[in-house]
C-alpha cells in the first residue's frame, strides 16, 4: 500500500513536471511587430503584352489601390526587365539589349499620395524609338511606397510591385521555340509532386506556353489538374513547374503533361509513386525476414 | 311548343357565343426571343503589404547580444504563373546610427549565412536556401540588388512570408537609434 502511495505520487510529481517544462516560454531579446496598421499598395493589371510599330506612341494606365488601413505616398518610375534562371527569377537592373523597354516610358506624373480605399489611375506613355528593332523589347513599370520614418532601431521598409510590359516591334523577327524536356521522375518521396517542363525560346520575340498536368489515381479519378500559361522570353530556357501541393503522401498516379506553343503541340504521360523516403527499406525488411522465415520453416520440416 | 322554345334557346346561346368570341379583344401573343452574351474581364492585379513597423531592442553586452524583429510580407496575386517577392538594400547596406561606427551588414549570404558577430546585422527566411527550418542562428545580409525570398507558380491569396532580421551588438557600439531601409518587390512571372 506505501508502495502504490509512492508511486502515485512520483507519477503526479512528473507529469506536474512535464507540464511545467512544456508551459515554460523561454525569455528572448525581441521585439514584437505592431500588426494595427496594414500598408498594402496593389497594382492591376500586372502586366501587358503588345504590338507596336518602330516610331509609334503608345498609351496606357495601371491602377494603383490603396486597400490597406494607412495612407501613404508612392512613385513611380520604369525599370529594366529581364530574368536570371529557368526559374524566371527577375533582373531588374541589367541592360541587356532587349530590356529597353524602360528608355520609352514617361509619366506624366510620377509623386502621388493615396488614401485607405482609394484607387488611382497613372497615365504612361511608351514613346517607341524610330530605330528600335523589330522583336522583343521588354521592361517593368513600378509603383513603390515611400518608407516612413520608425522611432527606434529597425528597419524601415518600402513596398513596391511592378507591371511588366512585354512589347514586340513590327517588322521582321524571328520565332523559335523548342521543348528542351520534361520532368516527371517516377519515384517521389515528399510532396508537392513535382511535374514540370522546360521550353526554350531561340527566336527574338517572346511566345506564351500552354502548359497543363493531370493526374489520376489507379480507378482512373482525376485528382489533380494544373492549366497554366507562362511567357517564354527570346533567348531563354523557361522551367514551367506544375506541382501538386496538396498531393497525399503516399500513392500511385497516371500523370499526363502537355505543353502547347507557337505550332506545336508536346505530350508526356509516366506513373509516379509517391511514398515516404523509408517505405522501401520497411517493405525489403518485411521481404527479407520473410523469405528468411520461410527458409528456416522449410528445413525445420524436413527435419 | 317547348321544343320550339328550347331550340331558339340553344341558338340564342349560339349566337351569343360567336358575338362574345367575336368582340372578345384578340391578344396577339407572338413571342420573340433574343440572346444576350455577359462577359466579365478579370483583370491581373499583384499586391504586397506589411503590417506596422519592424523595431528592435537589444541592451548589448561585453560578449555581443542579439535581438531580433520580424516582418509578415503579404503578397496577393491571381496570375496563374505564380509571383516572385525579392528583397533588397540600397547601395549602403549598413544600418546607420547617430554617428560612426555603424552596424555593417554581415558577411554571410543566402548560399552561406552565418552567425552574426559583434556589431553586424542580417535577415533570414526559414526554409529559404540553405538558412533550414525553426533555427535563429544564421543570416545573410540585405544586399543592393534584388535576392529572391519567394517564388510560387500559382496564384496566391495573402501568401505570408515571414522575413526575420537580426542585430548583434556589443558594447563598443555607441547607444542610439540605428536604421535602414529595405524593398520588397512583387512581380508576376
Known amino acids: 500500500m506505501l508502495r502504490n502511495l509512492l508511486s502515485q505520487n512520483v507519477t503526479a510529481v512528473f507529469v506536474l513536471a512535464t507540464l511545467l517544462g512544456v508551459l515554460a516560454v523561454p525569455v528572448s531579446a525581441f521585439a514584437q511587430e505592431d500588426t494595427s496598421e496594414v500598408e498594402k499598395i496593389t497594382l492591376s493589371p500586372s502586366s501587358r503584352d503588345l504590338k507596336t510599330d518602330a516610331g509609334a506612341t503608345v498609351t496606357g494606365s495601371m491602377k494603383i489601390i490603396n486597400n490597406g488601413t494607412m495612407a501613404y505616398d508612392f512613385t513611380v518610375y520604369a525599370r529594366p526587365y529581364s530574368v536570371s534562371t529557368e526559374a524566371y527569377g527577375p533582373n531588374f537592373t541589367d541592360q541587356k539589349p532587349n530590356a529597353d523597354l524602360y528608355k520609352w516610358v514617361q509619366f506624366q506624373q510620377t509623386e502621388y499620395s493615396i488614401e485607405p480605399g482609394q484607387t488611382i489611375e497613372v497615365p504612361y506613355t511608351l514613346n517607341v524609338p524610330e530605330n528600335a528593332a523589330p522583336g522583343g523589347h521588354y521592361g517593368v513599370l513600378f509603383a513603390e511606397t515611400k518608407e516612413r520614418e520608425i522611432s527606434g532601431t529597425g528597419v524601415a521598409r518600402q513596398k513596391r510591385v511592378g507591371k511588366i510590359v512585354y512589347a514586340t516591334v513590327n517588322g521582321e523577327y524571328q520565332t523559335n521555340g523548342a521543348l528542351k524536356e520534361f520532368i516527371l521522375p517516377f519515384w517521389q518521396t515528399d510532396t508537392p509532386l513535382e511535374s514540370s517542363v522546360r521550353i526554350e525560346n531561340s527566336g527574338n520575340v517572346d511566345f506564351r506556353a500552354s502548359v497543363s498536368t493531370v493526374a489520376k489515381d489507379v480507378f482512373g479519378r482525376t485528382k489533380f489538374k494544373y492549366t497554366g500559361d507562362p511567357i517564354v522570353l527570346p533567348g531563354t530556357v523557361r522551367l514551367a513547374e506544375m506541382k501538386w501541393e496538396t498531393a497525399p503522401n503516399f500513392g500511385l498516379y497516371n500523370v499526363q503533361q502537355t505543353v502547347t506553343f507557337l505550332d506545336q503541340k508536346h505530350q508526356n504521360s509516366g506513373y509516379v509513386l509517391l511514398t515516404p523516403i523509408w517505405f522501401p527499406i520497411v517493405l525489403g525488411i518485411i521481404i527479407v525476414a520473410g523469405g528468411a522465415h520461410a527458409v528456416l520453416q522449410r528445413r525445420k520440416h524436413r527435419n | ?189
Open chain 2, 1 to 189: 311548343m317547348i321544343l320550339l322554345k328550347k331550340q331558339v334557346a340553344a341558338k340564342l346561346l349560339i349566337g351569343v357565343a360567336v358575338v362574345g368570341g367575336a368582340l372578345s379583344p384578340v391578344i396577339a401573343s407572338a413571342q420573340a426571343t433574343d440572346t444576350t452574351t455577359v462577359n466579365a474581364t478579370v483583370n491581373s492585379a499583384i499586391s504586397v503589404s506589411s503590417t506596422g513597423t519592424v523595431a528592435i531592442s537589444v541592451t548589448p553586452d561585453a560578449d555581443g547580444a542579439i535581438g531580433t524583429g520580424t516582418d509578415t510580407v503579404e503578397v496577393d496575386s491571381n496570375d496563374v504563373d505564380g509571383y516572385t517577392l525579392t528583397l533588397k538594400n540600397d547601395a549602403d547596406t549598413a544600418m546607420n546610427g547617430p554617428d560612426v561606427p555603424v552596424i555593417a551588414a554581415t558577411t554571410g549570404t543566402l548560399a552561406e549565412p552565418t552567425a552574426l558577430t559583434a556589431n553586424t546585422w542580417g535577415f533570414r527566411v526559414d526554409n529559404l536556401g540553405t538558412f533550414g527550418s525553426g533555427g535563429t542562428s544564421t543570416y545573410a545580409a540585405v544586399g543592393a540588388t534584388d535576392t529572391e525570398i519567394r517564388s510560387t507558380t500559382a496564384t496566391a491569396n495573402a501568401e505570408q512570408t515571414l522575413v526575420q532580421y537580426a542585430v548583434n551588438v556589443d558594447l563598443s557600439l555607441p547607444d542610439g537609434l540605428y536604421t535602414d531601409t529595405v524593398t520588397y518587390t512583387a512581380t508576376v512571372k
